[in-house]
């Protein structure tokens, strides 16, 4: 008889090896959920005073049409304004916010909140997120905000990740870490 089939003092993982797991990026402190909320809250009353100051000044300049229009066509105009300005709230938060999340996260590594709390983002390799990853990333967030609980369980998931990633941080792999 032979020696009976012992397993393997090799651990068994199971994704395949180690080796092909994405790589942490290195030499970087992860930064705190505190921090990351503080430079989320800046993001948000930015954008929105940015937006709202374009609303403003579109609303003014519809209602400086219609005043200059006059009679039925300038009631008109007036009238459909209000309608254009609650498509143009959002409008208007979606292309700062775009700006702000998608492009100066990818050309600088950080929105202006994460700017002001001294934080970025990154990819696995410690570079800027490409423009394709930034939006991604603003797109899950969003995704996920629309699912009831959901996106409070995004926002809450650093909390308890020893990588303190959030959810929309783990479908693209990127991290947020202290900009020292």
């Known amino acids: 008889m032979g020696q009976p089939h012992l397993p393997s003092a090799q651990p068994q993982y199971p994704y395949g090896s180690p080796?092909?797991?994405?790589p942490q990026?290195?030499?970087?402190e992860y930064a705190v959920w505190s921090t990351r909320v503080v430079g989320y809250l800046v993001d948000?009353?930015?954008?929105?005073g940015a937006a709202l100051i374009l609303y403003l000044l579109f609303g003014t300049m519809l209602a400086g049409v219609g005043a200059a229009l006059g009679g039925q066509e300038?009631?008109?105009?007036a009238g459909g304004a209000c309608c254009m300005m609650l498509l143009l709230f959002p409008l208007a938060s979606l292309a700062?916010?775009?700006y702000n999340r998608v492009y100066l996260v990818a050309s600088r590594g950080y929105s202006i909140g994460q700017g002001v709390m001294k934080i970025k983002v990154i990819d696995a390799r410690g570079q800027?997120?490409?423009?394709?990853s930034a939006a991604l990333r603003?797109?899950?967030?969003?995704?996920l905000n629309m699912i009831p609980l959901v996106g409070l369980l995004d926002l809450l998931w650093p909390l308890w990740d020893s990588t303190r990633q959030t959810l929309h941080d783990k479908a693209v792999g990127s991290y947020v870490v202290y900009n020292r």
């Open 19 to 22: 080796q092909y797991a994405a």
């Open 25 to 28: 990026p290195a030499g970087f």
């Open 44 to 48: 948000s009353i930015l954008v929105g």
């Open 74 to 77: 300038g009631e008109a105009l």
């Open 96 to 98: 700062v916010g775009i």
């Open 128 to 132: 800027k997120l490409t423009m394709g």
């Open 138 to 143: 603003l797109l899950a967030q969003v995704g």
